[in-house]
């Protein structure tokens, strides 16, 4: 082989292997539609742990299931399970309170669509504010449940979200089809009643 | 072999004018590709070959699985009295959400379109598309605006109609939906409803008299 | 020779404070006009002389005069119930305030949607919102007097009230922790214009 053939196969080797480095790469750069830079900053923590939201501390207090849930009288039959979070928000300089509530378990997101609910007034800074979220969820996904909690409902970029593990196993699920039903809890400020 | 100085005619021309030739071929698959797409595409379009769904069987229409028992017409519904001149065209049915987050009540609206006229939205306003006026669920009658993935629910359809309107048997058209980013913000949702399963079902009569409302 | 090569590095720090200058103006366009920046600044006891603009419904701008006085800013024991007064009893970690406020302005100036918050030694913000605490619902801050109003932002008036009189004091509710140590009073309606008055301590 002379020099000049050489030569050509050495481009076409160092081309081919660029491609194959391209290729590799594109596969895992983000699409063109995705923002990382603007994810949310997650906070995971257990019940009872007091998670960092910048402009507000929150902490799920308690954790409850249910298959009936009583709220102004009204009885609310769920053919899963309703999920009770009790949690408290301290806002840190201004009234601030968590909009956003969601239930997570694998892929899968229980907002507050349907009967589901979030009830939480924005308090005075320093002042603990006593908040209920409550979901209906299917049985199965009991086990795996945790609460993602936030300040703003319609834009999560870039800011400070609570992942919170409830804690809860497929026993709670099945204690919950069978306890009497619950009143969902009152909010309160201050001091918890 | 023929002279190189006198190609034929067809080679000739494309040799001599290849711009030209080039582009008169792209203005030709362009103007076909342009009036076929402003025509709609090629896709098949068959509006009245929807498959046919008896009541009580259930159809998929993503990301819904949905179950219509059967139909009435009555003036009270979960506790609800029908205002003067109004009365409710109530379907019992179920419906169970196949998708990995929650929808919320326009998507459910956007499934199932009725061919019932003189229908209202849950404002008061008139009802365009069919959609039932609120959904609630039959175990408790509480209303259900949206519901979770992995739920079944046994649900009454509920539209408030003109009185003079109800009908002795309707069609449900069932539509599915497609998850797709949307075109201005960019964020997954269902869009595109479009038909893909109808039912027919009978509507038991209105009873002859009108329930007397409890004085408050 | 060198020196030459290199000579372009000078145009890069220019370059990036003009990016960075370009940049800036989505600040200007989107963020700035939505905070509070004008500030009138006073004291406690001293009359402040307020011009305030706001925006009419055409988008044009308009002004507003008027003078505020802070009266003062202390624990609220009582406010009027629907049935009449009602001892205010804050729980626990909870501290409620009445903030005093003298105004005398023009009765034909529309004050509607005036928004007043407490802000304490440490930099900290309480919106004053009305709300319940405890038992008793606190009234919403209002710049005006509970019967009589001024002009809507239309031009509009309500019959149901009497015209408001050119000196009045309102009372205004504020709820922050039992900790806090109020520091200042802020006043405004919309962005970018307040009124920030020290509180005497």
Do not use: K
């Given at each position: 082989m002379n020099g000049r053939r050489r030569h050509q196969l050495g481009?076409?080797?160092?081309?081919?292997?660029?491609?194959?480095?391209?290729?590799?790469?594109d596969g895992r750069l983000p699409d063109e539609d995705a923002d990382p830079g603007a994810d949310a900053f997650l906070r995971t923590a257990a019940v009872g742990d007091r998670v960092d939201l910048r402009t507000m501390d929150v902490r799920v207090d308690a954790v409850r299931t249910t298959s009936a849930l009583v709220?102004?009288?009204?009885?609310?039959?769920?053919?899963?399970?309703?999920?009770?979070?009790?949690?408290?928000?301290?806002?840190?300089?201004?009234?601030?309170?968590?909009?956003?509530?969601?239930?997570?378990?694998?892929?899968?997101?229980?907002s507050l669509d349907g009967r589901s609910s979030n009830d939480c007034s924005a308090g005075p800074p320093g002042v603990q504010v006593g908040c209920v979220a409550y979901f209906e969820v299917p049985r199965d996904a009991v086990p795996d449940l945790r609460v993602w909690l936030a300040r703003d409902v319609v834009e999560l970029r870039y800011d400070a979200v609570a992942d919170i593990d409830l804690g809860l196993t497929a026993a709670d699920a099945e204690r919950g089809g069978n306890a009497p039903p619950l009143e969902v809890p009152d909010t309160w400020l201050g001091e918890r009643p | 072999m023929p002279d190189s100085r006198e190609p034929t005619p067809r080679r000739g021309l494309l040799r001599r004018h290849p711009w030209v030739v080039g582009a008169a071929v792209l203005v030709t698959v362009l103007v076909v590709v342009g009036t076929v797409a402003a025509l709609g595409g090629l896709a098949r379009t068959s509006p009245d070959d929807l498959r046919a769904v008896a009541p009580g069987e259930e159809a998929v229409a993503?990301?819904?699985?949905?179950?219509?028992?059967?139909?009435?017409?009555?003036?009270?519904?979960?506790?609800?009295?029908?205002?003067?001149?109004?009365?409710?065209?109530?379907?019992?049915?179920?419906?169970?959400?196949?998708?990995?987050?929650?929808?919320?009540?326009?998507?459910?609206?956007?499934?199932?379109?009725?061919?019932?006229?003189?229908?209202?939205?849950t404002f008061g306003g008139p009802e365009q598309e069919g959609a039932p006026t609120s959904v609630v669920v039959a175990d408790d009658g509480t209303e259900l605006n949206g519901l979770g993935?992995?739920?079944?629910?046994?649900?009454?359809?509920?539209?408030?109609?003109?009185?003079?309107?109800?009908?002795?048997?309707?069609?449900?058209?069932?539509?599915?939906?497609?998850?797709?980013?949307g075109f201005i913000d960019k964020v997954e949702a269902w869009f595109d409803p479009s038909p893909v399963a109808s039912i027919r079902l009978e509507v038991a009569p209105l009873p002859d008299e009108r329930p007397v409302e409890e004085p408050l | 020779m060198t020196w030459r090569r290199w000579r372009w590095l000078v145009v890069l720090p220019v370059a990036v404070v003009l990016v960075l200058l370009a940049s800036a103006g989505r600040l200007q366009l989107f963020w700035l006009p939505g905070e509070l920046r004008d500030e009138?600044?006073?004291?406690?006891?001293?009359?402040?002389?307020?011009?305030?603009?706001?925006e009419d419904e055409s988008g044009d701008e308009q002004e507003r005069e008027l003078t505020v006085t802070l009266v003062d800013v202390r624990p609220a024991t009582w406010v009027q119930g629907y049935s009449g007064p009602e001892a205010v009893d804050p729980p626990r970690g909870v501290a409620v305030w009445q903030i005093s406020l003298d105004f005398e302005v023009d009765p034909d100036v529309p004050l509607g949607g005036c928004q007043v918050s407490l802000v304490d030694g440490d930099g900290r913000e309480a919106k004053a919102m009305g709300g319940l605490v405890g038992e008793v619902l606190l009234p919403p801050t209002m710049c005006e007097p509970e019967n009589r109003r001024g002009p809507g932002y239309d031009g509009s008036r309500d019959e149901d009230y009497l015209p408001r009189l050119p000196r009045y004091r309102v009372a205004v509710f504020a709820v922050t922790a039992a900790d806090a140590d109020p520091a200042g009073v802020r006043l405004w309606w919309e962005p970018t214009d307040y009124v920030e008055i020290d509180v005497r301590r």
């Open positions: 481009v076409g080797l160092v081309g081919l292997v660029l491609l194959g480095l391209a290729t590799l790469l709220r102004f009288g009204v009885e609310m039959r769920s053919p899963g399970v309703w999920v009770v979070v009790e949690y408290t928000v301290v806002a840190t300089d201004e009234n601030t309170s968590v909009a956003y509530a969601e239930l997570r378990a694998g892929d899968r997101v229980w | 993503a990301p819904f699985r949905v179950r219509l028992d059967r139909a009435e017409a009555t003036y009270e519904v979960a506790g609800d009295v029908a205002d003067e001149g109004l009365a409710f065209v109530v379907l019992e049915g179920g419906l169970t959400l196949d998708a990995e987050e929650s929808v919320d009540r326009v998507v459910v609206g956007e499934a199932l379109s009725a061919d019932l006229t003189s229908t209202y939205t993935p992995g739920l079944t629910y046994d649900v009454l359809l509920v539209w408030v109609i003109d009185e003079a309107a109800v009908p002795s048997s309707m069609s449900v058209r069932l539509r599915e939906h497609t998850w797709r980013a | 009138t600044a006073g004291r406690e006891g001293d009359p402040v002389r307020v011009v305030d603009r706001w």
